[in-house]
């Protein structure tokens, strides 16, 4: 029996809110419990390819959305973390700075210009039970790409006003993009980098997750710990840095609970 292929696109229109963080956190977790995951980095700060070490490769997905004709699998580099290739979690790299905006604009006049990605990803997915999407937060053809590919959303929202009008405005994007209502869009909202001793953002957040979107919000919340900048700083995922650490367990929580909302 073969499992239809999950594509997620991690997302908000606010920036600073652990898009990179949930992507490569997530990626890795999701590999630890046996699945074959594919992480694309489309974000224009290239960070989820420092993290997986693969700043240098050779090709990255601007080969691949250029040229109907390039085997994306030549872009296809298994991640390094730990200092040791990785038999389950992979990744396209993107490129830092001015490559990806370039990258942008050429695709501009390109036929079928939104939905290249889903056609290179429909000759490959079969080989991964995810594929995680690492998007800025504008708007941009490789977002549209984005939108286009993915077959579910995740999006990672601190408990702030910009955050989650961060997602409302990705929402009714999507919506505008694919032509269909919010109840047919399948998307996790994640909260994330929330801290505890802010308490009138908490009971905020909380209230306006549970009355807006009460079925699409994680039980798994993602709690400010410095131990993620530490990560950061280390370019690892933090059950790597700290294995014993509480906030190792956040991400392996969010892992398991995508797992089971198949």
């Not at 979690?89 to 993107?94: E, K, N, V, Y």
């Not at 009971?203 to 900048?229: C, D, H, M």
């Not at 700290?242 to 398991?256: I, W």
Request: glycine share 6%; hydrophobic share 35%.
């Amino acid at each position: 029996m073969t499992t239809q292929t999950r594509i997620m696109m991690i997302g908000c229109r606010k920036g600073g809110v652990t898009k990179t963080t949930t992507t490569v956190n997530l990626a890795y977790e999701l590999s630890q419990q046996g699945q074959r995951v594919l992480v694309l980095d489309f974000d224009g700060q290239g960070d989820s390819t420092k993290f997986f070490k693969r700043s240098e490769s050779e090709f990255y997905i601007g080969d691949a959305l250029l040229d109907r004709k390039f085997d994306i699998n030549n872009a296809i580099y298994p991640a390094i973390i730990g200092g040791r290739e990785q038999e389950n979690l992979h990744i396209i790299p993107g490129r830092r700075g001015d490559v990806m905006t370039k990258l942008d604009m050429d695709m501009i006049s390109l036929p079928r210009r939104d939905e290249r990605l889903k056609l290179h990803l429909d000759k490959i997915k079969h080989h991964y039970d995810f594929i995680l999407i690492d998007t800025t937060p504008g708007t941009s053809v490789l977002g549209l790409n984005a939108v286009m590919a993915a077959t579910e959303f995740v999006f990672p929202t601190e408990y702030k006003e910009h955050s989650l009008d961060g997602v409302e405005t990705l929402l009714e994007h999507i919506q505008d993009v694919r032509f269909i209502d919010e109840d047919e869009i399948q998307f996790l909202v994640v909260p994330s980098k929330i801290s505890k001793t802010a308490k009138k953002a908490l009971a905020y957040g909380e209230e306006y997750l549970s009355s807006r979107w009460p079925n699409n919000t994680a039980k798994t919340t993602i709690w400010e710990r410095a131990v993620f900048s530490d990560a950061e700083m280390e370019h690892e995922p933090v059950s790597v840095t700290n294995k014993g650490h509480v906030a190792a367990r956040f991400y392996k929580e969010l892992a398991r609970e995508v797992i089971a909302n198949a």
